[in-house]
């Protein structure tokens, strides 16, 4: 049996094992190499040119605005030193955003908690419950979510180089 590529545009699209005579497989204007003993063995996408085969360039590193972004959807991480169970990674997605910023309003304005709870229980990215035990552990934590992701808008829109330093300390 043997392995054989199928060249088109200096490319290989198609890649077959067979024991028959390829030329009576297809027809003759398709162009198929034998691979058979080509070693490391050519693969889909592979490029070909005077009897060579090379695999394709890998791909260009991400941008700064493509680092950014991957960023904010793998979330904001929160380090603090005042409660540890605080400490773990948060969503930042807007949906997530709006809701911290919300739930942080209504602490501004009211100086406590929502719904008259004696402490805040907020999921992080895994959905793990992180207990916040006073108004201003939640503030510090909205503040640096939102400076967190402020510094990636700012890189994603091209107006900064600077991407935030991750863990995001909080008291």
Known sequence: MKTYAQIVGGQVVEIIATAADITTLYHPSLLWIDITSVMPAPQLGWSYSNGTFAPPPPPPPPTLAQTAQAM??????????????????????????????????????????????????????TGAPRVFGAP???????????????????????ASTSLPAQPMAIP
Request: hydrophobic fraction near 45%; charge should be negative.
């Open 72 to 125: 904010l959807a793998g979330g904001c991480q929160i380090s603090s030193s005042a409660n540890p169970g605080l400490s773990a990674t948060y969503a930042c997605d807007p949906q997530s955003q709006s809701k911290i910023m919300a739930t942080a309003l209504y602490i501004q304005v009211n100086g406590k908690f929502p719904a008259k709870q004696a402490t805040l229980i907020w999921a992080d990215i």
């Open 136 to 158: 201003p552990e939640f503030s510090a934590f909205a503040t640096a979510v939102g400076d967190f992701v402020a510094a990636l808008d700012l890189v994603i829109g091209g």
